[in-house]
């Protein structure tokens, strides 16, 4: 006797929930109303009452994990005796999924039931059938995955676009499918790289960016990420790439992170190109040394002028070097010529230079720049301007959080009014997260007004924080000692008499002062600083007269 007529005959009326799903992938012919239909005509057929209904639309059954109505289903499973779907691959299509989530059901004691297949559960041979359809499906979904990859892959190498929104500076043409440029976004992507190459930093860039109303391709504005993607993306110049960022990881993917060379196409002149091969390899060489300059933790020396200094004899970078030297064992710290102890077949027999003297020398140099006490009053006055409008922006934004609070309060108290009416519990969830997001706002708030207390700091100061910036950048522990060093040096050259300092010419300025507890002294506008040509080239000489930097 099926469960069915079991329930029946005790003089109970079988209850189901029933599960339907439309794929994302659109290859099933049944929608989601036909699926209700064949269910609910199944339940008035065997006398079952339909106490419940989950839909998942659009959602692959690969897995389960973005399927909600699926997992709402599941976590309901003791409301009710069966679970009725469609077909068995409405249910799942992996076969280790349908085995472990109808093993669950059956923990609540609920059984699923096919309305199409009609599986007898007490005959064995409907055990094996099932088994049968169940791997059945799992083939087709897997060998699905791999047609449409195959015929992804046959786009990508004729080069045409495989779906998504292009990159910004592209649209698609609609016959082709062919990337062709968008020449009112191509100036935006012109813009951000010379603004690279101009030594511009992102928070400058973005400004620039969202200031002339320009958007990204999803309309929104600009942000670190977003120019990183652009900077990095090989397109511009000309480059087709295609299956580059590695698969998801927790239904989320890192654009950040490639798969290896082997598994990504790659096509030159594939694209029409915004920007010049040379353009994008200086860009490429400018990201990638900022990228190294961050000196790791673990470090036991950080050596500020990495990536910044080389040598004047073979033209290889100089790099940090470690080590004990003479009989007492002395700790020596120094730049050396990377080509000095190399495997190559160059052997360069130019100076290590000593640590210690070659970055005094650099700090020296830019300190007596950066911080002139000629920009004082300057900044002074645009600080002044700075906090000025900050104030008014966070009174602003003070109001529109006040407002959003009282919004929150009144569906609070709403829902609350409803609950305490109805009883309706599966309400409290939705209160529990109005309660989480006021609560959240509230605290936001609360530190805004901590923030616009504070905003007014007297002129003595900030002359004061400037002095002492100064002196810790001398000292090297000022905490945008390397964003100066590399937002001013352009090149030191070891030679075997001399150092040369070469400098870029002053003409702007971001985050420089960090000092004690006036954090807002890192947001002094770049115009404080006059732009100042006169000063491109120190030189540091290594004779009698001037303290030896060699070892």
């Known amino acids: 006797m099926k469960r069915i007529d079991k329930i029946l005959a005790s003089g109970n009326i079988p209850t189901a929930a029933i599960y339907a799903r439309f794929s994302s992938d659109n290859q099933r012919e049944e929608s989601i109303d036909a699926q209700l239909r064949a269910c609910r005509e199944y339940a008035d057929r065997n006398h079952i ?35 009725l779907v469609h077909k068995l691959d409405r249910f799942a299509r992996n076969r280790s999924d349908s085995i472990g989530y109808r093993m669950e059901l059956k923990r609540h004691n609920t059984t699923l039931i096919s309305v199409i297949e009609n599986l007898d559960e007490d005959n064995p041979e409907s055990i094996i059938l099932e088994s049968v359809l169940e791997g059945m499906n799992e083939y087709y979904s897997r060998n699905l995955a791999r047609e449409v990859r195959k015929g992804l892959n046959e786009n990508a190498l004729k080069c045409q676009h495989n779906g998504g929104k292009p990159p910004l500076g592209y649209r698609v043409d609609p016959q082709t499918k062919l990337l062709e440029i968008d020449n009112e976004e191509a100036l935006a992507v012109r813009f951000i790289f010379q603004s690279v190459l101009d030594g511009k930093g992102y928070s400058h860039i973005i400004k620039q960016l969202n200031e002339n109303g320009m958007k990204t391709k999803l309309g929104k504005p600009f942000g670190k990420n977003s120019l990183h993607d652009i900077l990095r993306n090989e397109k511009y110049c000309g480059v087709y790439i295609y299956n580059r960022a590695q698969a998801k990881t927790d239904n989320k993917r890192n654009n950040h992170k490639s798969k290896p060379a082997e598994d990504i196409i790659r096509i030159e002149n594939g694209v029409p190109a915004i920007i010049s091969k040379e353009t994008f390899d200086k860009v490429q060489e400018i990201m990638n040394s ?4 961050t000196p790791t933790s673990a470090a036991k020396e950080v050596y500020l002028l990495s990536g910044k200094i080389y040598c004047g004899e073979c033209g290889a970078v100089y790099c940090g070097n470690r080590h004990n030297c003479g009989r007492s064992k002395t700790t020596m710290v120094t730049y050396r010529c990377n080509n000095r102890t190399t495997k190559t077949n160059i052997i360069c027999k130019n100076k290590e230079v ?38 008014s922006d966070m009174t602003e934004s003070a109001a529109v959080m006040k407002k959003e609070i009282s919004r ?26 109005l309660e989480n997001e006021r609560d959240n706002l509230a605290d936001k708030l609360e530190t805004l007004k901590g923030k616009m207390k504070a905003v007014k700091i007297p002129d003595e100061e900030i002359n004061a924080a400037f002095v002492k910036a100064k002196t810790m950048f001398q000292s090297g522990t000022l905490a945008e000692t390397r964003q100066l060093i590399n937002l001013y040096v352009e090149k030191i050259i070891v030679y075997t008499d001399r150092i040369d300092l070469r400098v870029n010419p002053i003409n702007f300025m971001s985050n420089i002062l960090s000092a004690g507890d006036n954090a807002q002294l890192s947001k002094i506008p770049a115009e404080s600083f006059a732009e100042d040509k006169s000063i491109t080239r120190k030189s540091l000489n290594m004779g009698k007269n001037e303290p030896n930097p060699s070892r």
């Open 49 to 83: 009452k339909i106490v419940s209904e989950y839909i998942d639309r659009a959602k692959s059954a690969t897995t389960s994990e973005n399927r909600s109505g699926f997992l709402a289903m599941i976590g309901d499973a003791d409301k009710f005796d069966f679970v």
């Open 290 to 293: 900022r990228s190294n300059k």
């Open 354 to 391: 000593n640590k210690k003297y070659v970055e005094a020398f650099v700090l020296k140099v830019l300190s007596d720049i950066i911080f002139d006490e000629k920009y004082v009053p300057n900044i002074i006055k645009d600080y002044n301007t700075f906090t000025l409008n900050n104030s």
């Open 408 to 433: 929150l309060n009144g569906r609070i108290s709403n829902l609350t009014n409803v609950i305490a009416e109805t009883g309706n519990a599966s309400l409290v969830t939705a209160l529990s997260k």
